[in-house]
T-cell receptor
Framework: SQELEQSPQSLIVQEGKNLTINCTSS?????LYWYKQKYGEGLIFLMM?????EEKSHEKITAKLDEKKQQSSLHITASQPSHAGIYLC?????????????FGQGTTLQVKP | GAGVSQSPRYKVTKRGQDVALRCDPI?????LYWYRQALGQGPEFLTY????????KSGLPNDRFSAERPEGSISTLTIQRTEQRDSAMYRC??????????FGPGTRLTVT
């Protein structure tokens, strides 16, 4: 079955530092989504990537999908305490855009002031 | 505009009771999804609708779980004869065709 592996599982960085979170699949992905979750709250939609090689940015967060569409990275530049939370990658493993997302286990980010 | 809303936010029920969880999607969103999330894990797909039609229910764990969206807007996930293993966060999401899914705050279900 399709699985998404996120690395690292947790991350502690000093405020102002850059960081990268990876999301890897053994199979082709037909849509890759990044979400942020804070304790007790819902998942906040960050970005969606669909094409191999695609890259999107929002404020200080950049996400990329590799050419083979099997790996994505989320990069945060000059991290701030507001970036702390759990980052989840989700993907549609089925062609035809079913919307039946599978998710990685999440990466917990702490940013020390 | 208003996001996805879910009610109740917290539900504690006794084993054997039925529960109904409600999801109110973003206005105009065609697709509605239900997921279940265990602590420390990502959400797990349960079922989804396009308009009022249930497109896929392959993720529902067993026949105690059912969902409906009779008018293509609000959806209800019903769990009959609840068991302790049903305790989890139940999340609803909605989307436009081919677009990102927007999640609600979830309903934390605890079965005692």
């Amino acid at each position: 079955s399709q699985e998404l592996e996120q690395s690292p599982q947790s991350l502690i960085v000093q405020e102002g530092k850059n960081l990268t979170i990876n999301c890897t699949s053994s199979k082709t992905l037909y849509g890759l989504y990044w979400y942020k979750q804070k304790y007790g709250e819902g998942l906040i939609f960050l970005m969606m990537l669909q094409k191999g090689g695609e890259e999107k940015s929002h404020e200080k967060i950049t996400a990329k999908l590799d050419e083979k569409k099997q790996q994505s990275s989320l990069h945060i530049t000059a991290s701030q305490p507001s970036h702390a939370g759990i980052y989840l990658c989700g993907a549609d493993p089925y062609s035809g855009n079913t919307g039946k997302l599978i998710f990685g286990q999440g990466t917990t980010l702490q940013v020390k002031p | 505009g208003a996001g996805v809303s879910q009610s109740p936010r917290y539900k504690v029920t006794k084993r054997g009771q039925d529960v109904a969880l409600r999801c109110d999607p973003i206005s105009g969103h065609v697709s509605l999804y239900w997921y279940r999330q265990a602590l420390g894990q990502g959400p797990e797909f349960l079922t989804y609708f396009n308009y009022e039609a249930q497109q896929d229910k392959s993720g529902l764990p067993n026949d105690r779980f059912s969902a409906e969206r009779p008018e293509g807007s609000i959806s209800t996930l019903t769990i009959q004869r609840t068991e302790q293993r049903d305790s989890a966060m139940y999340r609803c999401a909605s989307s436009l065709p081919g677009a990102g899914q927007y999640f609600g705050p979830g309903t934390r279900l605890t079965v005692t």
